[in-house]
Every structure is written in C-alpha cells, then in structure tokens.
C-alpha cells in the first residue's frame, strides 16, 4: 500500500485522537495538523491555519503534497470547506457544504429523515411564538425545544418547565419543538463514501454538565465503549433503518454524503429514534472508539473519500472497553465567557481572542456584549471583515439601521466573498425603506458571490427566497 501524507484540520481532543490513531497506521507516512494542539504536536506536525477558511485549507493540503484531508469540526464542513479541498482534486474526508446541511440545520435532517422512513421523535417548526406555545402544549411536558442552526450542542432544552421553554425559545430565530424520547442515548457512527457505509461500534456520551447526569447539556463531557447492555443487532439495525437509508437520500438528491454519518440515537419503549444526526467524529466518543479500533485509520479514510468503501471488509475491533473523561475548567459552559472576559482584561488588544468573546455572546444570546466586542476589535482593525460584519448584524438586530449599514460597508469591502454581508445590507436598505433595486443589487450580489465562492447552496436559496419576498411586498 502506497504511503499516505494525511492533513487534519482542528484543534480538539477529537483531533488529537485521528492524530494519533493516524500516526499508528503503517500506511501513513506523515500526519500534519491545523491548527492542532499541543497534544497533535507529539504525533505530527502542527500548522498555523483559519480551519474556516477553504482557500487556505486547500493550499496548505497541496503545498504539503497532501494525500488525502481530514476535516474534524463541522463548523467548516457546513462553511463548505470539504467543497475547496475536493475542487483542488485533493481526496478528502468530509462531506461537501450541502450534505453537512444534515447536521447545519435540524429542519434540513427532519425533512431527510421524513423522506427516507427513518424514525425520529415527532417535531413541529416554529417560525412564531404562537406556534411555539401550540406546538408545546400539543406535546406536553419534558418540553424538548431546539435552536434550528449550529449551536455546539448548547442549542437544545429539555425541561418540566414552561416559562423555561418558552423563554429559550424566544432566543431563537426558527425552533424546533419535539416530542419527548424516553429511553437510553447511543451514538453511532459509519463511514460513508456517499453509497457504501461501515458502521462503527457503538459508543455512549454524556451531556449533560454536572455530576449525576444534571445540569445544562453540553457537547459532551465523557463517554465510553463498547456497551455491553446494547441490544443485540443494534448496529444492523441502525444501518438498516437509520443511516443507509439516510446516505441514499442524499446521494438521491445530487449531494452524496462522504465522510462520518454520525446518528444520535435514543432506544425508547416506542423503539429506535433518531434525536440528531452530526456530520463528523462526534466528541468525546472518538477518543474511546479510536483506541479500540484496530483496522488501519487511514486506509478505511481513503476509501471512503475515493468512493472504495464496498472493497472494504468490516471495521476489526479491539476486545477491551475505553472511557474517556473531559477534564474542563470551572464554570465550562455558558460560564466560560467569564473566563474569556478574564483573558481579554489581560490582552486588551487581542482581536481574535475579542471575536471569540462576541461570538461567544451572541450564540448565548447576549447582544450587547456581542456588540461591544465586534466593536472593540473593528476599532482595533478596522479592516477585520468578522469583526466588521459581527457588528453589522448585531446593529441590525438591534434596528441601529445607520450603525448597521457603515458596518456592513466595511464589511463587504475588507472581505467581498461573504455573502452574508450583502444579505445584511440588503436587508437594512429595506428597513430603512431604500427604493427596491438597491438592495435587490445587493440581494444578487449576495447570490453571485455564494455561487462564486460554491458556499452554502442553502445561502443562494436563501438569499433568492429573500429577494423575492421582498421584491413582491414592495412591488
Ligand atoms: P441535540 O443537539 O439534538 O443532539 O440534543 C442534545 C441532547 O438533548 C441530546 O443528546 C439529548 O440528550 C437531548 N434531547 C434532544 N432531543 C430530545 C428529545 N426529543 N427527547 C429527549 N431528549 C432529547
Ligand atoms: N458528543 C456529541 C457530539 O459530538 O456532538
């Protein structure tokens, strides 16, 4: 077998983990990682690197004659990165912007699930409070109420609790409010070449932050495998009902999945549920599961990314069980911005540790600390097409129209390549009442560069669905 150069991008324990498990496979000559961690560094080689930035993930994978590109985190997957990676003709492990819809939005894997038969909790989509409220008594409590959108598994309650309900749903922009899985929660994982999946063995994570199973839901702060108390068959079953069919729908629709389908899963008194689908290694549990496996990881990788799964034979494991604990510094959660506040005391004029505070509050929902902090770092760098952006969407939440539309400005003009910038500014021309082929520009605009950049298809759809909204209720 020929000898592989693998490049993986992020800098997680999950990351660390493929790192290693990489480095142990005979067939790969040399492991790089970006940005990685000090853990990585012990088993490849570390590169500064934006991971969200696809033009710079492909040309660092061909400056390092990269064989083949493993993406960990699936906020670059859902940002399209896998789609430069693949254009530049580089093998890579990670499905294409429009498949990772599956784990970007929770409406995109219900309507997936719906349409290839696989069994799900019961949901309704709310774009309104009304809605929520109807939707939440029609199900009755514990309330399940999720954020439709990437929240890092913070996005989602579950509470006996209405107000509570009810009050984290009004933080969001769409909701998702579901029927209530009783029963215990396994993660499944399989490699998928966008046709021909290999299943992992199944694994077992813990969310919720506390001692005991209590508290907020987190991404995940331990897990374990093999679970012995599993049903017998589950994972055919799983593969049966759950993730093949799901993997053919996609293929059906123009956007084959390559890359790790990884199906939550909740064993209720009903039967087999799915609670979410991720699009990539799930962490915590690929710490345990990859110290298990003993088939090369490279090799089954490849095939995957190169659509050679069916000359695979099944995933070899390991006889001994595996556990991994997540050690995190007090407070971790919601709580951790106070710890990132610590840090920009310190290093006032750190921009980027500044965006990752604003970032931090406004997925918690907290806009004027968002705004401060994009403020801060676009005074600090005024160029900084983020900071400049972050800012132009929290002015425009808040109806600061002439704040929103300098920033925006800004925006579009230190990074011409997002399209969001322009659906903002479209959208504050028409709260300021600007006449209708301003911001339709700025609408196709918008839809040009997303095509351009092969972003999100969701984004051009988006912003045509937007444009054509808004041409209507001005014509
Ligand atoms: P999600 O982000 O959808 O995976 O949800 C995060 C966690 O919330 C899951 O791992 C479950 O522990 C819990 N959860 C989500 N949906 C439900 C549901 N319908 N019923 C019970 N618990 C749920
Ligand atoms: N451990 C849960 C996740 O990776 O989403």
């Known amino acids: 077998m020929s000898e592989l150069t693998v490049l993986v991008i992020g800098s997680g324990g999950r990351e660390h983990a493929l790192a290693w498990a990489l480095s142990r496979d005979p067939g790969v000559r040399a492991v790089h990682c970006a940005p990685g961690n000090p853990g990585t560094s012990r088993v490849g080689t570390n590169h500064p690197l934006d991971p969200m930035d696809g033009a710079a993930v492909a040309s660092l994978a061909r400056s390092l004659a990269s064989d083949l590109v493993v993406i960990g985190p699936e906020a ?33 894997a219900k309507e997936i699930m ?22 939440l008594d029609e199900f ?12 890092a598994g913070k996005g989602v309650i579950v509470t006996g609790d209405r107000d509570a309900a009810l009050r984290h749903a009004a933080g969001c922009r769409r909701v998702i409010v579901e029927e209530f899985l009783d029963g215990p929660e396994v993660s499944l994982f399989a490699l998928s070449d966008g046709r021909t999946v290999l299943p992992f063995e199944p694994a077992q ?25 599993a049903p017998p068959g589950l994972v055919e079953d799983v593969v049966a009902t759950v993730i093949q069919p799901t993997v053919d729908e996609l293929a059906r629709r123009g956007t084959p999945f390559v890359g790790l389908v990884y199906a939550g899963l909740a064993l209720t008194s009903r039967g087999l549920r799915v609670v979410e689908f991720n699009a990539r290694f799930g962490d915590p549990e690929t710490q345990p599961l990859l110290t298990r496996l003993k088939t090369p990881l490279g090799r089954v990788l490849l095939a995957a990314a190169t659509g050679t799964l069916a000359d695979e034979p099944p995933l070899e494991w390991g006889s001994g069980a595996a556990v991994a604990v997540v050690l995190a510094a007090a407070g971790f959660g919601r709580e951790s911005l106070v710890w990132l506040r610590r840090a920009a005391d310190a290093r006032p004029r750190d921009v980027e540790l ?36 972050g800012l132009g969407l929290e002015h425009l939440q808040q109806g600061q129209l002439d704040e929103a539309r300098v920033a925006l400005a800004r925006a579009i003009r230190a990074g011409p390549g997002n399209p969001r910038a322009y659906e903002a500014a479209a959208q504050v021309e028409r709260q300021r009442g600007r006449p209708p082929r301003e911001f339709a520009a700025l609408l196709q605009a918008a839809g ?16 045509a669905a937007a444009g054509q909204t808004m041409l209507a209720a001005l014509e």
């Open 76 to 108: 670059p997957l859902v940002a399209g990165v896998a789609d430069h990676v693949r254009e530049a003709g580089i093998p890579v492990f990670g499905p294409s912007g429009a498949a990772a819809m599956l784990e970007g939005s929770k409406a995109f």
């Open 114 to 135: 719906e349409a290839a038969g696989v069994p799900t909790a019961d949901a309704r989509l709310c774009v309104s409070m009304d809605e929520v409220v109807t939707a």
């Open 140 to 151: 009755g409590p514990p309330y399940v109420v999720k954020d439709d959108g990437l929240a």
């Open 205 to 229: 994570d813990f969310k919720r932050v506390g001692d005991g199973d209590t508290g907020p839901n987190t991404g995940g702060m331990g897990a374990y495998t093999p679970l012995p108390w």
């Open 354 to 389: 500044l965006l990752l505070l604003a970032q931090s509050c406004a997925a918690t929902e907290q806009g004027d600390c968002a705004r401060r902090f994009y403020g801060w770092a676009a005074r600090l760098e005024p160029q900084n097409d983020a900071a400049q952006l």
């Open 448 to 463: 040009r560069v997303a095509r351009v950049e092969q972003r999100l298809e969701a984004q051009v759809q988006v912003a």
